[in-house]
């Protein structure tokens, strides 16, 4: 069985979000229900994530510079030039060019581990590295607003949700994986759980996808008129940072799962953290959050798309240069 849900994981991650959408658009009443369980569900997938990890890796993670910092680079240099360039075109909306900046300005530091691990990518040191990222864009992320928006719009933003993702999202995810590891070089009951949650990935994957969707797609579809046009920048930018990623991360000279790692980084935004920051705005920013969603829900299709894809794109050009 977990043969059959490996080899079939893409074409089960496509029908999760189809389901999603047809519960969501279907029950629409019952999306904050779905809403609420995000968090539990993805938390468990990050569990079963970093199960996979050996965490004794993690502090080699740190100790490799050149990642760190072609990922740094990546992800406040030339996502930052990105971001300006396509949010042109909206920049008379101020609400749309609010959540537009919010999404894509900061990023992912959850799921984006297990889309990279599902990859082939270098998913250990993409952990390692989360809470530099953490770190990094609650600095670079008001600096940036400042500079698109304003001094004023930055003094309204309440950054504390960043930290509760971080602790619910990595902190307790991470000690429970270390904990089962411990226990699972030590007990019997240890490793039947590290085997049993290892199991668990793709219906993991499969339950976050859906419930995702779920829970978001009814208030997008009520805003479609007015959301539909963010659909084209979201793509545009996702296309840019793999091409970005790809070339930045080859001419750094990084192997191919960290070529697939910072691919996943500099595509993947902190859409399910961010999301809480955008609710606390004020009222005139109503639209903002739905323009976050849209984000969502447009990059789970890609990202399903990348997991087909980035292998075989990745490995056919490191096989052409050498």
């Given amino acids: 069985m977990i043969a059959w849900l490996e080899k079939h994981q893409i074409w089960l991650y496509l029908a999760a979000l189809a389901c999603g959408a047809v519960v969501g658009l279907g029950m629409p009443a019952a999306a904050p229900a779905l809403e609420v369980a995000i968090n539990p569900v993805l938390g468990l997938l990050l569990y079963a994530a970093f199960l996979a990890v050996p965490l004794n890796r993690i502090g080699q993670g740190l100790r490799d510079l050149r990642f760190l910092g072609v990922l740094f680079a990546l992800n406040f240099v030339l996502v930052p030039l990105v971001v300006w360039g396509l949010t042109r075109f909206i920049a008379a909306d101020h609400v ?125 579809s009520h805003q479609i008129s007015k959301l539909v046009g963010l659909i084209p920048l979201y793509v545009a930018f996702a296309a840019s940072m793999a091409v970005i990623g790809a070339v930045v991360s080859r001419a750094a000279g990084l192997d191919v799962p960290a070529q697939r790692a910072m691919i996943f980084s500099g595509v993947t935004r902190n859409s399910l953290v961010i999301l809480p920051l955008v609710l606390a705005l004020p009222a005139q920013f109503a639209l903002a959050p739905l323009v976050v969603v849209t984000q969502t829900l447009v990059e789970l299709l890609i990202m399903v798309v990348m997991i087909w894809a980035l292998p075989r794109v990745i490995k056919q050009s490191a096989s052409l240069r050498a």
């Fill in 96 to 220: 749309l060019l609010v959540g537009v900046l919010f999404v894509l300005l900061a990023p992912c530091i959850d799921y984006v581990i297990v889309f990279s691990h599902l990859a082939g990518g270098a998913s250990e040191r993409l952990l390692s590295a989360t809470p530099l990222l953490m770190l990094g864009q609650m600095v670079a992320l008001p600096l940036y607003l400042w500079l698109f928006v304003g001094t004023e719009f930055v003094r309204s933003v309440d950054f504390a949700p960043f930290v509760e993702a971080f602790v619910l999202l990595i902190v307790l995810p991470l000690l429970a994986a270390g904990l089962t590891q411990f226990a699972a070089a030590r007990t019997a009951w240890g490793r039947k759980l590290e085997a049993i949650v290892s199991a668990a990935m793709v219906p993991l994957m499969i339950a976050t996808l859906a419930i995702v969707v779920a829970s978001q797609i009814s208030g997008v």
